[in-house]
């Protein structure tokens, strides 16, 4: 009898048809992130270390993350230029990892190298009540790390680091990943802003 062969996930083809949406429950998303942030609570000594170890993990997930989505697009092409990377993140990642286009894509006004993603409702802190105890702690600290991730990965180093900001009208704080690129890849932009002729 021969030996049934069951196709591995790695075998599987990465190409959804056309119809199909690939998706993980919810409620399965949040348990693992629950144990994620338990585990990590294990290992720190402060709210700080518990965001950057977040961060650390987000920074994993999005190097793996820019890969396989620019191996998905059509056409495969390296980001060159800043605000396309950024729109890259707004337009296909934030959807691929949430569900939805973040809520914002803006620049700084007071720094040309900084630039700020929002969302109202990130899934990341949907289900997240903080403790008295761990005050300023931000669940939001993986976005951060996966945006920062992505950013690595592609040569547009930047710190990155995640803010509750307070929006009028809303009973809910928003969540902010304010990004801030290094001098070399402004340097970098400036020299490939079109020249008037």
């Not at 000594?45 to 989505?69: F, M, P, Y």
């Not at 007071?110 to 009540?129: F, R």
């Not at 993986?142 to 040569?155: F, N, P, Q, S």
Request: glycine share 6%; no cysteine; net charge positive.
């Amino acid at each position: 009898m021969a030996a049934r062969h069951t196709r591995n996930i790695v075998d599987r083809p990465i190409w959804k048809s056309k119809g199909e949406a690939s998706t993980v429950s919810f409620s399965a998303f949040a348990f693992l992130f629950s144990e994620l942030i338990q585990y990590s609570q294990t290992k720190v000594k402060s709210t700080a270390e518990l965001e950057n170890r977040l961060e650390v993990a987000g920074g994993e997930i999005g190097r793996r993350l820019l890969e396989l989505l620019t191996y998905r697009e059509k056409a495969p092409k390296r980001k060159t230029r800043l605000l396309d990377l950024l729109k890259f993140v707004h337009t296909t990642v934030w959807p691929y990892m949430f569900g939805k286009t973040a809520d914002s894509l803006e620049q700084a006004n007071a720094a040309d190298d900084e630039y700020m993603i929002s969302d109202v409702n990130l899934a990341l802190t949907k289900y997240i009540s903080v403790p008295r105890d761990m005050g300023s702690f931000n669940p939001g600290a993986l976005a951060a790390g996966i945006v920062k991730g992505i950013l690595d990965a592609a040569g547009f180093p930047a710190r990155v680091s995640t803010h509750y900001v307070d929006v009028p009208g809303l009973s809910k704080p928003q969540t902010t990943i304010l990004m801030k690129f290094e001098p070399s890849v402004m340097q970098r932009e400036a020299r490939l802003e079109p020249r008037a002729t």
